[in-house]
């Protein structure tokens, strides 16, 4: 049986380490349970704001007492410090993950999104009018031209460069001043923008 008290803190972390090292499930509960407030304030410092909503701090706590609990027997250490940066680093690993998963999600639908709305647009400028097209192509050119009037320079700029003349995404990103990938996000709302203005007129 787990005493509750013992004549100094460190001595009583030791032994609640060494019964849950004996298979002792009490004594790991007791473990988890005192490192769970800790470990949560850690994960709301630490989870970016724009990927809160993906998942909770308490999520990725119980992620890791869970991983924690699994792998105790792994764990050579004897005293709380010991235990406190061994949790820490199940912790940081797996905030880290989490990150990676979701922002590469986010990375690839961007990726889709810029490559569909592109080839659209291209496709759509390409393609050679019938001649009975040809007799409302001038109303189409004026609604396009009047739906790009509505978007911002930067908009206008960002369509101009990656969908008329095709340039890289890089040479956007040096046209306009911010990063590639960044780029990629500003052509996708500038399609988007444009297609809206479209959609109204």
Known sequence: MVSPADSRPEDHFARLIDRAHGGCK???GIITEYFRRYLLVLSVGQIPPDLQA?????????????????AFGRFQGRTKAELHAWLRQIHDRNLADFKRRYRDAEKRR??????????LVRSLADRRPTPA???????????LAAAQAELSARDRLVL????VRKVSY???AQA???????????CVRALRALAHALHDR
């Open 176 to 186: 306009v001043g911010c990063s590639p990938e960044e780029a990629k996000k500003l």
């Open 160 to 163: 101009d460069l990656h969908v």
């Open 26 to 28: 009490v004594a790991l």
């Open 54 to 70: 993906k998942a909770g701090a308490s999520d990725l706590v119980q992620d890791t007492l869970l991983e924690a609990c699994a």
């Open 133 to 143: 097209e040809e007799a409302v192509e001038s109303e189409q050119a004026r609604r």
């Open 170 to 172: 890089e040479e956007v």
């Open 110 to 119: 961007a990726e889709r999104e810029v490559a569909v709305d592109a080839a």
